[in-house]
């Protein structure tokens, strides 16, 4: 369970696992005792090694019963500066209200006042340069180096290379990332199927938790045999250091200053600055560098240390609000949605972030916060709310727009029950087509005002047709007239659909441990421009020797001190 109604509203707690979640788990099982709530059935856990999926359901029914009564006596504010102060893993399910009042958006001065809209989202990204100087330019030559900034220590070892004709868009690009997760490996993604090297710097004692979240009983692999860790890293290469040692710190300052033309990082706000390697202390050695980093709420503001997942995201960012249905609690996407939104976002920075030093010569660092990118999404609900004061409502598949508009059951396909089609008629000439197909040719609903009022009775008149028909009847027959119509495919279905096949959407692979696998193109294609992967998701310092000796020319010697003392894992 995820949704929990308060006295006001709703929060989104996780009851989830992991090493990450920890922390919150103890931290509510205080929370409720000290409330006066049975609080046994959560003490009764040992948090560390606590899985939900393999609970029992008794279980957790119990302590259901526990945290829904202790989050019942508080409003969703009260929650979440509680949250806010103890950083409990903990977030309202806001609406346009609590959007609109946001403290942490109001501080990094996310929205603008456009006309009569007097609160309008106004960029997803903060932009900056070491000198606080990031304007519009023309293009012009590099600037000569400032001379009151220290001299690199180290010089590149080779030119920049060029792109070849018919290479990736992004081929010669040279990436270093660091973080963990889904959000910012997908982000780098979009660089490596186009061409670049993007380098993951990774530790074999705090691994990236997708790794983590793979062990157990059914992984012969260990923290090699994370699928998800593999499908968001594919080809991309991967270093092995313990950035709490000085040497390893070094090591990532040479390979800056010497080989990256850009580093991208997801980690929580503090972490890059206690490593020594936040932007203002790399940027002294690299005036020219391109930076992104991209967490939760971005790098300033009164709430950017609260911590979180997508999960947390969905909820501040109006995601859980919107999605399920009228007559029931929020639902909430089921894939933590700004963990898949915000790397789209973070991708389209980082690009023009480089576009910006071509055109200029000139470095840049870009702040990303994934909730922001959430709210800027949802622009058009903040602005209806302000414009009309309705906060909208959860409506299933419906949509206000059209008439039919969902998803309806089709007959089974061989053994294969629990088949459906996605329809929608968008205008009063796809009724008229439609409803006559249907047998149902009334002109009193020649209007969507009238077809939304017998919206109930036009969907059964839909679903009695659709069930009487496969999938692939369905949309042929409504494709045939130029009405919205497509199957709700499954993972077996995509697989063996023929237009996926057709844009060779699956690239075969070979990992080292895991063996043959496919991994996925990118929805777009570019002309005249080569896209695809040539390895999978790196193994952990897999990439060690091209690293340290190709890349940084270290004597095998020295290469070893590193080892043993820990720098390099």
């Avoid at 157990?216 to 040692?245: F, I, S």
């Avoid at 199957?487 to 070979?510: C, K």
Wanted: hydrophobic fraction near 40%; aromatic fraction near 8%; charge should be negative.
């Amino acid at each position: 369970r995820e949704i929990w109604p308060t006295q006001d509203g709703f929060v989104s707690f996780g009851l989830r696992g992991g090493k990450a979640r920890v922390p919150s788990l103890e931290l509510i099982t205080r929370l409720v005792a000290a409330a006066g709530i049975d609080a046994s059935p959560l003490e009764a856990q040992d948090w560390s090694t606590w899985n939900p999926n393999t609970a029992d359901a008794a279980v957790l029914r119990a302590i259901e019963v526990s945290l829904a009564e202790y989050f019942a006596l508080h409003t969703m504010q009260e929650l979440y500066d509680v949250a806010c102060e103890t950083n409990l893993m903990l977030a309202p399910a806001n609406s346009p209200r609590e959007i609109l009042a946001s403290k942490q958006l109001a501080a990094r001065g996310f929205f603008a006042e456009v006309g009569a809209i007097k609160q309008l989202p106004a960029s997803f990204v903060q932009v900056r340069a070491l000198d606080d100087d990031v304007t519009r330019v023309a293009p012009r030559a590099p600037a000569p180096a400032d001379p009151t900034l220290a001299p690199p220590r180290w010089q590149p070892r080779r030119p920049r290379p060029t792109t070849p004709p018919g290479a990736g868009a992004w081929s010669g690009l040279r990436i270093l990332e660091f973080g963990s997760g889904a959000a910012g490996p997908i982000a780098t993604r979009y660089f490596v199927e186009h061409g670049a090297t993007v380098l993951r710097v990774e530790s074999r004692s705090r691994p990236d938790f997708l790794r983590v979240y793979a062990l157990g009983p059914d992984n012969p692999h260990g923290l090699e045999g994370a699928p998800m860790y593999d499908a968001l890293n594919v080809g991309k290469r991967n270093v092995t250091l313990n950035l709490k040692h000085p040497d390893a710190v070094e090591l990532v300052r040479r390979l800056v200053v010497e080989w990256a033309d850009a580093v991208a990082e997801n980690f929580a706000p503090r972490a890059m600055k206690s490593f020594g390697l936040d932007y203002d202390a790399l940027a002294a050695h690299k005036p020219d560098l391109v930076m992104v980093s991209a967490c939760l709420n971005g790098q300033t503001g009164p709430h950017k240390d609260y911590p979180g997942f997508g999960g947390q995201g969905a909820a501040l960012s109006g995601f859980n609000w919107l999605t399920g249905w009228p007559d029931r609690a929020p639902l909430g996407p089921h894939g933590t949605i700004t963990d898949s939104l915000a790397p789209r976002f973070v991708a389209t920075a980082l690009a023009a972030g480089l576009e910006y030093r071509r055109r200029t010569g000139r470095g840049v660092y870009l702040d990303v916060a994934q909730v922001e990118t959430g709210v800027f999404a949802l622009a058009p609900w903040l602005v209806a709310y302000q414009q009309t004061g309705a906060v909208g409502t959860r409506d299933g598949n419906r949509s206000s727009r059209a008439v039919p508009h969902g998803a309806f059951p089709c007959a089974s396909e061989g053994d294969l029950d629990d088949r459906w089609v996605a329809v929608a008629a968008w205008d009063d000439a796809d009724w008229d087509r439609l409803g006559a197909l249907i047998g149902m040719d009334d002109p009193t609903l020649g209007t969507l005002a009238a077809r939304a009022a017998r919206v109930d009775e036009i969907e059964a008149a839909v679903r009695a047709w659709t069930e009487r028909h496969t999938r692939a009847e369905v949309c042929e027959l409504l494709q045939a007239r130029h009405i919205e119509a497509v199957p709700v495919e499954d993972f077996g279905d995509v697989h063996d659909d023929p237009q996926v096949e057709a844009r060779e959407h699956f690239v075969p692979l070979i990992h080292p441990v895991m063996g043959p696998g496919l991994y996925e193109h990118n929805g777009f294609r570019l002309s005249d421009a080569a896209a695809g992967y040539d390895r999978a998701g790196p193994t952990l310092g897999q990439d060690n020797d091209w690293v340290l000796v190709e890349l940084l020319g270290l004597s095998p010697g020295e290469r070893q001190r590193l080892v043993d003392e820990g720098a390099v894992e």
